[in-house]
């Protein structure tokens, strides 16, 4: 999975996506690493691992990972140039989510670019730069498509098809409310230009830390936020980006021990995960043995063929069954056999559909 951080300046973009990756730091088994100076990649928190590792003696435990890409200098006018945004936001075109980071907290020693906080007028702005982005991709489109349409029937359809799309964006309106037609080929068309505007978009209500107890509750901002991201059918999590700072710089014991005194049962990694995966529908099955525990990241309602393939395409092609048995199942047998014994393994064929928490065994022959 792939995440792109964006937001204005001093909303604690920047502190949160550092204190993420500093987090995937410290996880074990997969280091932090920069491919870029603005890519980070962190591992995704999963009890179920370590107990499925401890119990088969795994040489390796691999947890899934998030890719994030933070976008540096987003400001009014980044499509025009203004900035350092506009260079950046190619390369949030291949991401599967947004996380639009703002400013939900008063200091007065923090200056807003706006003079004042108002996250509604702070979210308009990133959109509007999103929508001019899209715009200027749909022209380029537009442009390429229009000298050929007149001899092509289908290229013609595109054609309309990108230019109802940019009448829509230059309406103010994001792409994703854009109605696609049911024409295969046009659907296919609009996911295949990739627009920002198109993703969905996970807002991170950055909070003073009085407010974390009560997942700000209180807060009129964040209020605001809840409101226009419900509209639009997005997530939202609440953080304090600068405690997120602290807490990456602590061991496991002392984090548990550090949020328990906050009034907290997670970290603002862990929301952003859930948030995560709920918005794309995303689960994880599991794989265990001697050599490694490894947990895969899957759509919801993948079946057992597409999900054997993530881990390599002879698995998907050549296919047989799949030995499934639910983790905790596995775990309250103590081993494979004793869950044999009970039952608890079924053998299942093409049409099963992979459920979170599913320890896999793919048989196949290629």
């Not at 088969?56 to 998030?66: C, E, G, H, L, R």
């Not at 994001?174 to 993703?199: I, R």
């Not at 050549?318 to 608890?344: H, M, P, T, W």
């Amino acid at each position: 999975m792939k995440l792109g951080i964006v937001g204005l300046p001093n909303v604690g973009k920047s502190t949160l996506f550092n204190s993420l990756t500093k987090a995937g730091a410290e996880s074990a088994n997969y280091p932090f690493c920069t491919i870029d100076p603005n890519v980070g990649i962190v591992t995704v928190p999963d009890e179920r691992l370590k107990l499925l590792g401890d119990l088969y003696n795994s040489k390796k435990v691999t947890p899934a990972v998030i890719e994030f890409v933070d976008i540096a200098g987003l400001v009014k006018g980044a499509s025009k140039g203004e900035g350092l945004g506009n260079q950046f936001l190619a390369n949030i075109r291949e991401v599967d989510a947004i996380v639009h980071v703002v400013r939900c907290f008063e200091d007065g020693n923090v200056v807003h670019v706006d003079g004042n906080i108002n996250p509604a007028r702070d979210i308009e702005t990133i959109n509007f730069e999103l929508i001019f982005s899209d715009i200027e991709i749909l022209e380029r489109r537009i442009a390429k498509v229009a000298k050929q349409a007149r001899m092509d029937k289908t290229l013609a359809k595109e054609l309309e098809l990108l230019e109802a799309i940019k009448a829509h964006l230059e309406g103010g309106n994001m792409a994703k409310s854009f109605e696609v037609p049911e024409d295969e080929d046009l659907a296919a068309a609009f996911a295949d230009y990739n627009l920002l505007t198109a993703k969905p978009t996970i807002y991170a209500a950055n909070v003073a830390e009085d407010d974390l107890a009560d997942d700000a509750a209180n807060n009129s901002h964040v209020q605001a936020v809840r409101e226009l991201a419900a509209g639009e059918n997005s997530e939202v999590f609440v953080i304090c980006a600068q405690i997120e700072q602290e807490i990456a710089e602590l061991e496991d014991d002392e984090k548990a021990m550090f949020l328990e005194d906050l009034g907290l049962s997670e970290s603002g990694l862990d929301k952003l995960i859930k948030a995560s995966y709920s918005l794309l529908g995303l689960i994880s099955y599991l794989t265990s043995g001697e050599d490694e525990t490894r947990a895969w990241t899957i759509k919801k309602g993948t079946k057992a063929p597409q999900a054997a393939g993530k881990i390599h395409s002879d698995f998907e092609r050549g296919f047989i069954r799949a030995e499934v048995v639910n983790y905790q199942d596995l775990l309250d047998c103590g081993s494979i056999a004793a869950a044999k014994e009970k039952g608890l393994v079924g053998l299942e064929g093409k049409e099963y559909v992979v459920k979170d928490g599913d320890v896999i065994l793919f048989r196949f022959n290629v």
